[in-house]
């Protein structure tokens, strides 16, 4: 079974960064986009961007253009997602799934999810 | 950004059938992009549910079905049961904004 493992909740203040990992398992990393999504509570879920651990080709949603960086280590099957200049409406919680470089295609996995808080 | 429209909620008896409408544009669904559910259970992460509009992952019961036609999709559920009960999301591809993913606003599934 494909497993995604997000690290766990944070805590961050206002104009902090905050940079969350989301292991890949059981599966070869290198063959399917990592997409990162994030759920304000009661809120829609909101696609932030994604990356090709294949070549390392990111693509962001321009809300989070110039705050969103995607990253990878491709030895370590992990994909990462650093949030800078938080505030309030970052509070979420942030997802990452796997999907296809085709965007028209489905997330098919999820991670856990992972709570960031932000608060003075 | 371009959003997809749900209701906000639907009930139905255990047993029963219900219906989730997803209405999008002409800038997603209705210039034919795929339409995918996503089932979320309480405190969970979303789960796939339907794809490419009435697509079965392996695992998901018969009693889901969805279809899409023109600018809307819709998700059925038949013999609704209890494990049932979560918010469901519909997700479609939009082409404003350089592309990209855009999901529903969701419905509230109770199982009276």
């Known amino acids: 079974q494909v497993q995604l493992v997000q690290s766990g909740a944070e805590v961050k203040r206002p104009g902090a960064s905050v940079k969350i990992s989301c292991k890949a398992s059981v599966y070869t990393f290198t063959t399917y986009i990592l997409y990162w999504v994030r759920q304000a509570p009661g809120q829609r879920p909101e696609w932030m961007g994604r990356i090709n651990p294949g070549n390392g080709n990111t693509k962001y949603a321009q809300q989070f253009q110039g705050r969103v960086t995607i990253t990878k280590d491709t030895s370590a099957s992990t994909a990462y997602m650093e949030l800078s200049s938080l505030r309030s409406e970052d509070t979420a919680v942030y997802y990452c799934a796997r999907g296809s470089m085709a965007e028209t295609l489905p997330l098919d996995y999820w991670g856990q999810g992972t709570l960031v808080t932000v608060s003075s | 950004q371009s959003v997809l429209t749900q209701p906000p909620s639907v009930s139905g008896a255990p047993g029963q059938r219900v219906s989730i409408s997803c209405t999008g544009s002409?800038?997603?669904?209705?210039?034919?992009?795929?339409v995918h559910w996503y089932q979320q259970l309480p405190g969970a992460a979303p789960k796939l549910l339907i794809y490419a509009n009435g697509n079965r992952p392996s695992g998901v019961p018969d009693r889901f079905s969805g279809s899409k036609s023109g600018t809307s999709a819709s998700l059925a559920i038949a013999g609704l049961q209890a494990e049932d009960e979560a918010d469901y999301y519909c997700?479609?591809?939009?082409?404003?904004?350089?592309?990209?993913?855009?999901f529903g606003g969701g419905t509230k599934l109770t199982v009276l």
């Open positions: 997700q479609s591809y939009d082409t404003t904004l350089s592309g990209s993913l855009v």
């Open positions: 002409s800038s997603n669904i209705g210039a034919g992009y795929d």
